[in-house]
């Protein structure tokens, strides 16, 4: 699987945007970035994933660049609950492929 | 629809003892992801079973781990026996099997810690 590369940690105000940046440069044309969070204490929990296009969910919204090596998973109205860490992940597009997590982003919500 | 399911949430047992962690995926979920996480390191794969198979154990740690899916239903993961460096959190996940990935889903983990 491709690697990925996340800033280590971001800050964001309660009801603003945050816009979580992924890299994947090396990215293969049959894999798909998947986005998970981590909330302490908890599971990883599936957040959104994506080929090509951008896609939204009752979530987020996931923005791949046209050359695909890049993408943002975007929150649109932080919440303090969003506080988490967030993992972008490249899957390989084969049935019962397992997630590889990285280092993720520790996003921080604040009021 | 019940999410995966762990038990038991927490456990501490001494060096040189063993200790069973159990995993009850979603319902109807064929494939079934073992993980852990120890403290200060990232999450790292363990193995996946497909549906009682293991599908991939690249990622067990030594022999002091014996993973079974029996009748592909619920899963165990015995630590047998346990040391100091085996601690911290065990995950389970499942996933639809439906001819292309779909999303694991992951359940809240059982931590583990040895004395």
């Known amino acids: 699987d491709a690697k990925t590369t996340q800033p280590p940690s971001m800050d964001c105000a309660e009801g603003r945007a945050a816009n979580l940046p992924c890299n994947h440069s090396?990215?293969?044309?049959?894999?798909?970035v998947y986005w998970y969070r981590q909330i302490h204490s908890q599971g990883p929990q599936y957040i959104i994933h994506?080929?090509?296009n951008n896609e939204t969910n009752e979530m987020a919204s996931l923005i791949i660049t046209e050359d695909r090596k890049s993408s943002t998973l975007i929150l649109p109205h932080a919440t303090l609950r969003d506080t988490a860490v967030y993992y972008c992940i490249v899957r390989v597009d084969q049935a019962g492929t397992a997630l590889i997590f990285g280092k993720g982003t520790t996003l921080s919500v604040s009021s | 629809e019940a999410g995966v399911t762990q038990f038991p949430s927490h456990s501490v047992i001494e060096k040189g003892q063993t200790v069973t962690l159990r995993c009850d995926p979603i319902s109807g979920h064929d494939n079934l992801y073992w993980y852990r996480r120890v403290m200060g390191k990232e999450i790292k794969f363990l193995l996946h079973f497909v549906k009682e198979s293991k599908q991939d154990e690249s990622g067990m740690p030594n022999n002091r781990f014996l993973a079974e899916r029996t009748g592909g239903t619920y899963s165990t993961l015995k630590v047998q026996p346990a040391e100091l460096e085996d601690s911290g959190v065990y995950f389970c996940?499942?996933?639809?099997?439906?001819?292309?990935?779909?999303?694991?889903?992951f359940g809240n983990g059982t931590r583990l810690t040895v004395t």
């Open positions: 996940a499942s996933s639809q099997d439906l001819g292309y990935n779909s999303p694991l889903h």
């Open positions: 090396t990215i293969s044309g049959n894999e798909y």
């Open positions: 994506g080929l090509k």
